[in-house]
C-alpha cells in the first residue's frame, strides 16, 4: 500500500465550478503537506504548504488538513481554463524521514470552456 | 522568488554516452534533489543532498551518479546512458530542518531522449 494514494483523474470540470482534489495518507509522522501544480511539460509549482489541522486560503485556493482522518483538500474556486493542470499533494515528516518528500501520483484536471 | 535553473529544457543524446544535467538554486538551500517523472510512475528520487560534497541516494539510483562541488549547484551524471532512462528530470532545492516545512522548489525540468 502506497503511504500516499491520490485519484489520478481525469478530473473535468466547467468553468466556475468549485474543484475539489484530494489525496489520503497512511502514515500519521507526516507533519507539513503541500500542493503542487505542473503543466504539461513543466516542473511543479509549489501552491500552498500547511502544517495544522483547517484551513489555509490563497486567493481562488483553499488547503485543508484534517490529521485525525488523515485526509488533506484542496479546493479551486470560480475554476478557470488556465486551472487545466495536473495538482500534485506531497508531505514531508521532518523527524526520522530526512528532507524527503512523499508524493502523491497526481490528479489531472480539465476546466471546459 | 526562489529560482531553480536546470541546463537544458531538451536533450537528445545517444546510448552509450556520458551525460550531464545540471541544476543553479539561488536561494542558499541546503538540501538538493533529483527526480525522474514517467507517465503512471509518478515522481521518483533519484539522488539528493543534504550539504555540499554530501549525497544520498534515493529510490532509483542504479545507472545515475551525482556531483555537489558547490552549495548552489548539483549535478546529475549518466555514466553510460540507456534507452530507459528517456524521461522528464526534475531537481529540486529545499531548506534543511523545518524552515518553510521542508517544501521543495523545482526548476523547469529537462526532457532527455536517449536514442
Known amino acids: 500500500q502506497k503511504e500516499v494514494e491520490q485519484d489520478p483523474g481525469p478530473l473535468s470540470v466547467p468553468e466556475g465550478a468549485i474543484v475539489s482534489l484530494n489525496c489520503t495518507y497512511s502514515?500519521?509522522?507526516?507533519?507539513?503537506f503541500m500542493w503542487y501544480r505542473q503543466y504539461s511539460r513543466k516542473g511543479p509549482e509549489l501552491l500552498m504548504y500547511t502544517y495544522s489541522s483547517g484551513n489555509k486560503e490563497d486567493g481562488r485556493f483553499t488547503a485543508q488538513v484534517d490529521k485525525s482522518s488523515k485526509y488533506i483538500s484542496l479546493f479551486i474556486r470560480d475554476s478557470q481554463p488556465s486551472d487545466s493542470a495536473t495538482y500534485l499533494c506531497?508531505?514531508?515528516?521532518?523527524?526520522?524521514?530526512?528532507?524527503?518528500?512523499?508524493f502523491g501520483t497526481g490528479t489531472q484536471l480539465k476546466v471546459e470552456l | 522568488d526562489v529560482k531553480v535553473t536546470q541546463s537544458s529544457r531538451y536533450l537528445v543524446k545517444r546510448t552509450g554516452e556520458k551525460v550531464f544535467l545540471e541544476c543553479v538554486q539561488d536561494m542558499d538551500h541546503e538540501n538538493m534533489f533529483w527526480y525522474r517523472q514517467d507517465p503512471g510512475l509518478g515522481l521518483r528520487l533519484i539522488y539528493f543532498s543534504y550539504d555540499v560534497k554530501m549525497k544520498e541516494k534515493g529510490d532509483i539510483p542504479e545507472g545515475y551518479s551525482v556531483s555537489r562541488e558547490k552549495k548552489e549547484r548539483f549535478s546529475l551524471i549518466l555514466e553510460s546512458a540507456s534507452t530507459n532512462q528517456t524521461s522528464m528530470y526534475l531537481c529540486?532545492?529545499?531548506?534543511?530542518?523545518?524552515?518553510?516545512?521542508?517544501?521543495?522548489?523545482f526548476g523547469p525540468g529537462t526532457r532527455l531522449t536517449v536514442l
Open positions: 529540486a532545492s529545499s531548506f534543511s530542518g523545518g524552515r518553510q516545512g521542508g517544501t521543495q522548489y
Open positions: 506531497a508531505m514531508i515528516k521532518l523527524t526520522g524521514g530526512g528532507n524527503k518528500l512523499t
Open positions: 502514515n500519521s509522522a507526516f507533519q507539513y
